[in-house]
């Protein structure tokens, strides 16, 4: 099974701050990388797939990067709607997600 | 419009089996390509991904779990029904059905059910 790690596993922030998010494959998962944003109560939402592809609707300020075994999420400039739990999950054979990374507010 | 919805019990005693059922509409499990997975997650934990069924008839189950469950579609009814043996009070969470992002390989789910919580006690 690839695990996923995620850091910070929470990260306090301000409106109009620049946020990044890491995201580990134990193992080489090319660019089979997705990233989700949830908010309470509600299902995941697609943000990233294939590492660094945008799913139609979201924000431009929302981008990915990376491949191999590290990836990177990254939000250029919060907004209020954006605080929220951050999820990576490598679509490979056997999906897995990571354990999220809550971004809150400062 | 490609929505998902999950229906079936809120509550089941340990050793039961857990039978959910998706209901969608927008797509159809007869078009090449597409897929539906269940993916569930414990309140305050991560998500995990379950199984997944294809257009084919493929199926994919999750290898922690394989022994437990079953995946299946009826194409006529649009509906994926999800199966789990020997529930446990750890197998508590919201369960959701998504559809498969197709036109691109890889399991990256882009429309989700609204979620169903199964909770496990006697």
């Known amino acids: 099974d690839i695990q996923m790690t995620q850091s910070p596993s929470s990260v306090s922030a301000s409106v109009g701050d620049r946020v990044t998010i890491t995201c580990r494959a134990s193992?080489?998962?090319?660019?089979?990388l997705a990233w989700y944003q949830q908010k309470p109560g509600k299902a995941p939402k697609l943000l990233i797939y294939?590492?660094?592809s945008l799913q139609s609707g979201v924000p431009s300020r929302f981008s990915g990067s990376g491949s191999g075994t590290d990836f990177t999420l990254t939000i250029s400039s919060l907004q209020p709607e954006d605080f929220a739990t951050y999820y990576c999950?490598?679509?490979?054979?056997?999906?897995?997600f990571g354990p999220g990374t809550k971004v809150d507010i400062k | 419009q490609i929505t998902l919805k999950e229906s079936g019990p809120t509550l089941v005693k340990p050793t039961q089996t857990l039978t959910l059922t998706c209901t969608f509409s927008g797509f159809s499990l007869s078009t090449s390509g597409v897929g539906v997975g269940w993916i569930r997650q414990p309140p305050g934990k991560a998500l995990e991904w379950l199984a997944l069924i294809y257009w084919d008839d493929d199926k994919r189950y999750s290898p922690s779990l394989k022994s437990r469950l079953t995946i299946t579609k009826d194409t006529s009814k649009n509906q994926v029904v999800l199966t789990m043996t020997n529930m446990d009070p750890v197998d508590t969470a919201t369960y959701y059905c998504?559809?498969?992002?197709?036109?691109?390989?890889?399991?990256?789910?882009?429309?989700w059910g609204q979620g169903t919580l199964v909770t496990v006690s006697s």
């Open positions: 193992q080489g998962i090319s660019s089979w």
């Open positions: 999950q490598q679509a490979n054979s056997f999906p897995s």
């Open positions: 294939a590492a660094s």
């Open positions: 998504a559809h498969r992002r197709a036109g691109i390989a890889g399991y990256y789910f882009d429309y």
